[in-house]
């Protein structure tokens, strides 16, 4: 194994840096050049091994001369406490504890003979590792180094009580894990893992302003990783503690706003849920108050029209519903014990921990801290539609829908729901399904939270009523359920309930006979119900007309309008017309409101219309005969598309060029089952 390009100088220099003196003190690490670059940790791995006892004697000298050296081939494995090989055999019989190495450094100088090596320095020899290029034996090196010094800073950690050295040794360590040239998980997790296990030990030994010290120590490694339960639960105390704190702001937000853009699952990491929750009492506990929060919010959401994480309005409305529920737990505990209401301490209390404070502060003021955040929230337009999907079960204990000043609060965020556009955000007002309540039914005259004399209730109405979306089964409810609500509303004059009220007639979704007359004498105790009910009854006899005879066929030229469909349609008897030809005419779905009244329609061409899925959701819901339907070329989609499943009567369907996805057209054939023929042509099904 000779070298060539070794001399007899260097093989004494070498033997010299092999042998220490007892009294000399060796460093960690020798600066060499080309440290620059970031090295993968190794954790095991094949390399080539030779052992070198320190030449004390002339014998030894030879016998560890490079002309008489001995490579083995080892698997190394770096664990823990200790290198060991897989074939414990030869030089590495015995394992190689870090806390006997002295010292690891690079034998640079016979790199030009093409031996790239790494020196481990023992007390009782030198243990060399060849790699088979520089990069490797650098990322050996680093590794190595890394694992020995990890291992000191536990076992220096463990043993010390005194507060300054526990903060010195945690800044050193944090200190050469940025520093180090390792670049994997493991070099900023293990670290965490380690200060986490020294705090959850030293939770009594550190005071306020050790506190504040480990936290500025932690930031850099928090920036790009989650904190770990027990540092969370060591941030919670300090913001419990010292709320007033700068470190809250300064420290504590990049690392709550890492946790909400980044968690995905508050209920495996609780305490990271609750310390989120303590920072927000903190920022709510400053001089500003809650402006604070709602500036935080704001960060949150960015300044764009559209937030660019999708996990912060989930992981923030998380927060605010567990404390919600954690406020109203914690008052039936102390009614149970004490038999009060109301009950103030002196502190902050959440999660059942207090902390110290000049004032006190009721536990409905901190609750109200996240029913206004849920408000500020529903500011945000593109927020609104997940917000509204995360609400929609009501998602909130009884009591907090009796709570006066949670519905006051709540109200803004429900009408928010109701005056959107989006079918999507004002439909979840309703019941998440069938026989299920929701905010339409809890603020409805005579509901848990009704407070307005049915002001928010008749906005709902307005709007659903006005949507087309699943708008008769809507109605069916609404007749089922909220008949008697309409009806007062109605008697106070509110037009929108008796709007509704005729609906209800003119659909004939009233199937007691009781119920119709009382609907009837309901519209007729007011001028402006009479007016109504006489128009539905001049309507009715219009449509009893236009059910006699007519044709059974009927094509509009091209160019027609909606405004020509009404007109035409109004106009004569339609009762018998089957088949309704609009092809390539600019009707669009407002002219649904007009073809729903054909009850005995089959056929319905609207090939190369602006007809959309609004109008489609209206007929699914109303032309239960229609057996063909043309919708070739129009502007559906899968949102009104999926409402088909609803005509069960459907053979032919023709959806060529239309945005029909293939998972929609999986779902109509599997539940339309007369379907003889859909044509998919152009489309992402075909």
């Known amino acids: 194994m000779a070298d060539s390009g070794e001399t007899g100088g260097e093989h004494e220099q070498e033997n010299a840096s092999a042998s220490p003196s007892p009294a000399s003190t060796t460093p960690l690490t020798r600066p060499y050049s080309g440290g620059t670059l970031k090295y993968k940790l190794i954790h095991e791995g094949d390399i080539q091994v030779c052992h070198l006892n320190h030449a004390r004697t002339v014998i030894s000298k030879i016998l560890s001369s490079k002309f008489l050296r001995r490579w083995e081939p080892h698997h190394l494995v770096l664990a823990e406490s200790l290198i060991y090989s897989t074939t414990p055999t030869g030089f590495m019989e015995c394992p190689i504890p870090y806390s006997s190495i002295e010292d690891v450094y690079i034998v640079s100088r016979w790199d030009a003979g093409q031996k790239f090596c790494v020196r481990i320095l023992l007390p009782t020899g030198s243990v060399l590792l060849q790699a088979s290029n520089i990069y490797l034996r650098d990322q050996w090196l680093h590794s190595i180094q890394w694992k020995r010094t990890i291992n000191k800073y536990k076992k220096l ?4 009580k005194k507060p300054e050295v526990l903060i010195r040794e945690i800044k050193s360590l944090i200190e050469m894990t940025i520093s180090t040239h390792v670049q994997d998980e493991d070099v900023y997790q293990v670290p965490l893992e380690i200060v986490s296990d020294i705090l959850s030990q030293n939770t009594d030994v550190l005071n306020s302003v050790a506190h504040e010290n480990v936290i500025v120590a932690l930031a850099p490694l928090l920036e790009n990783n989650q904190p770990s339960p027990e540092i969370c639960a060591f941030f919670s105390k300090h913001c419990k503690n010292s709320p007033r704190s700068n470190v809250v702001i300064e420290m504590f937000t990049p690392v709550v706003q ?29 001089s500003e108050g809650i402006s604070v929060v709602k500036d935080f919010v704001q960060r949150m959401h960015g300044p764009a029209s559209t937030c660019p994480h999708p996990r912060v309005l989930p992981n923030l409305v998380s927060v605010c519903l567990a404390s919600v529920y954690s406020y109203f737990e914690d008052r039936d505990r102390c009614n149970t014990r004490d038999g009060s209401r109301g009950i103030s301490l002196r502190g902050i209390r959440m999660e059942g ?9 009721k536990d409905e003021e901190l609750m109200m801290c996240f029913v206004t955040i849920l408000k500020y929230m529903a500011e945000y337009d593109d927020w609104l539609p997940n917000l509204a999907s995360l609400l929609q079960p009501i998602p909130f204990p009884k009591e907090a829908l009796v709570h006066e000043k949670f519905t006051v609060h709540l109200k803004f965020v429900v009408r928010r729901f109701a005056e959107d556009n989006r079918c999507e955000v004002h439909t979840a007002v309703c019941g998440v399904r069938d026989g299920k309540d929701g905010w339409f039914n809890i603020y409805c005259p005579g509901g848990l939270a009704c407070d307005d004399d049915g002001e928010l209730f008749s906005l709902m109405m307005r709007r659903l009523v006005s949507c087309c979306c699943k708008r008769k089964r809507f109605l069916q409810m609404v007749a089922r359920k909220l008949l008697g609500p309409c009806m007062l509303m109605a008697l106070r004059r509110d037009s929108v309930m008796m709007e509704v009220l005729c609906t209800l007639l003119e659909m004939e979704l009233l199937d007691n006979h009781d119920d119709r007359l009382q609907v009837i004498t309901t519209l007729e105790s007011t001028p402006e119900g009479r007016k109504m009910y006489a128009d539905l009854c001049e309507r009715q006899i219009a449509l009893k007309e236009l059910s006699k005879g007519g044709p059974k066929t009927l094509s509009l030229p091209p160019k027609s309008t909606d405004a020509d ?6 106009s004569g008897s339609f009762g018998n017309l089957e088949c309704l030809n609009l092809a390539f005419t600019h009707v669009t779905s407002a002219c649904a409101d007009t073809i729903i009244r054909l009850p005995n329609l089959k056929y319905l061409n609207l090939w190369s219309t602006n007809f959309g899925d609004s109008g489609l959701q209206l007929i699914s819901e ?6 063909v339907l043309n919708l070739c070329e129009t502007p559906v989609t899968d949102a009104g598309l999926n409402c088909l499943t609803q005509i069960k009567s459907l053979r032919r369907l023709n959806l060529n060029s239309t945005q029909l996805s293939a998972l929609t057209f999986v779902k109509l054939k599997s539940q339309l089952p007369s379907l003889e023929e859909c044509d998919v042509r152009y489309t992402d099904a075909w």
């Open 157 to 160: 950690l463990r043993n010390t």
């Open 258 to 286: 890492r946790i909400l853009k980044h968690n995905m699952d508050f209920g495996k990491y609780p305490r990271m849920r609750m310390f989120v929750q303590d920072y927000i009492l903190a920022l709510n506990f400053k």
């Open 353 to 361: 921990l207090l902390v110290e404070e000049e004032t006190e502060i």
């Open 565 to 570: 469909v009404h007109q035409l349609l109004n």
């Open 622 to 627: 109303h032309l239960l005969k229609l057996q």
